[in-house]
């Protein structure tokens, strides 16, 4: 059997927010591969082991740039080692510089977008500059540049923590604009069940049978709860099947069907997705919690 760690039942916590001895039963019967682990406590313990997806791993900011035609635009993530700097104005101005560049010079790649020149010197000599100045790594993550087949729309939400670019075609500036925002806040994953990828459909499936089959229900009943869940999960992580942030009885793909509207297509950024967070004192966590329950 694997040795479940502290530090292995903590990472899992982080990100499911479950209890620590749910954490350890789970990686112990996952014989520690977190992944599995993480699954089992979706299982066991419904949407409370879900919350990582709200959760931002390490610090920066979002840039977006929208030319003025609203035919090209760009999202950049632009990464730092602490809060305090994302807050910085020469950071957020270097961020937002990469985003405008990025735009109009539509660069291969973050290599490409380094060696572009940029007032006299390379973005790549100044993001070294500014390091020099600011005393912490600047890292450039990633950026996407889209050519609109309608209009282009932007949206920087919390700070510059997440970042939104949409192609909205037919309708107008303030429905684009509305929908940008509507991705900020209920961050689909896809833009129609079609494309969302079908390895995720299948875990969603795998996690949806192992809860019904929990149910002790006759197989056509737990066929029907699967399929359910499957659907639901469609619904809510999808733009065109969730309800609209400005009107809950309509979805996505309504208001646009009712505004002669369609989206071609969307980018989404959050700072730190995927990026290990800062380990914490586990330690000082438990003391914390036991004197709590004291």
């Not at 937002?96 to 006299?120: C, I, T, Y």
């Not at 197989?219 to 499957?230: D, N, P, R």
């Not at 400005?246 to 009712?258: E, F, M, R, T, Y």
Request: net charge positive; proline share 2%.
């Amino acid at each position: 059997m694997a040795e479940i760690s502290a530090t292995m039942v903590k990472e899992l916590r982080e990100k499911t927010d479950a209890p620590m001895m749910e954490c350890k039963k789970a990686l112990a019967e996952a014989g520690g591969d977190m992944g599995k682990a993480a699954e089992i406590l979706r299982i066991r313990l419904g949407s409370k082991a879900s919350k990582a997806a709200s959760r931002v791993a390490g610090e920066g900011v979002v840039a977006a740039h929208v030319a003025r035609d609203g035919k090209t635009g760009t999202l950049v993530e632009v990464n730092c080692e602490t809060d305090f700097v994302a807050k910085n104005e020469e950071f957020l101005a270097f961020a937002a510089a990469l985003a405008e560049l990025a735009a109009f010079q539509n660069p291969a790649d973050v290599a490409a977008l380094g060696r572009l020149p940029s007032k006299g010197t390379t973005v790549e000599e100044t993001r070294q500059a500014l390091v020099g100045k600011i005393g912490e790594n600047v890292a450039i993550r990633r950026f996407i540049r889209m050519t609109a087949r309608g209009r282009l729309a932007s949206y920087v939400h919390g700070g510059a923590k997440i970042g939104v670019i949409v192609d909205v075609v037919g309708g107008d500036d303030a429905l684009a604009k509305d929908l940008a925002m509507h991705i900020a806040a209920s961050r689909p994953i896809a833009l129609s069940a079609d494309q969302v990828p079908d390895a995720l459909v299948r875990k969603e499936r795998d996690i949806a049978s192992a809860k019904a089959a929990e149910s002790g229900k006759p197989a056509g009943i737990v066929e029907k709860m699967v399929e359910g869940a499957v659907q639901k999960f469609l619904k809510e992580n999808t733009l065109l099947g969730q309800p609209f942030v400005k009107n809950d009885k309509q979805s996505v793909g309504q208001l646009l069907k009712a505004r002669n509207a369609t989206v071609a297509g969307f980018a989404l950024y959050v700072v730190g997705e995927g990026i290990e967070k800062k380990k914490d004192d586990f330690v000082t966590e438990v003391i914390a919690q036991v004197s709590q329950a004291t």
